[in-house]
């Protein structure tokens, strides 16, 4: 953690870096369809729940679950996630 000061009448630039990939959450069928994204880590440990098609997660390197039902039907998918990497991760039919 760092305390950043910003001046009154100054640009200022700030540079931050963090190990974190993107997953890019999609799901491909009907596009009427309701869908609620679950997304665990490797200790099953919730780490997001977003709403719609599709959804953007910036997340810590590791191994995660992305989980969703869509009607009577539950899709389930493992991926991993690498340090400055974006990942598609699609579900459906």
Do not use: C, Q
């Not at 490797?42 to 992305?66: D, F, I």
């Amino acid at each position: 953690m760092a305390d950043v000061e910003v001046k009154p009448g100054r640009v200022s630039t700030l540079a931050i870096t963090h190990k974190a990939g993107l997953a890019r959450l999609s799901f491909v069928g009907s596009a009427a369809a309701e869908v609620t994204w679950d997304v665990a880590d490797a200790g099953a440990r919730a780490v997001a729940r977003e709403t719609g098609l599709s959804a953007n997660l910036l997340l810590t390197p590791g191994t995660y679950t992305a989980r969703t039902k869509v009607g009577d039907e539950l899709l389930t998918v493992t991926f991993r996630i690498a340090a400055g990497k974006a990942r598609d991760i699609m579900l459906g039919h």
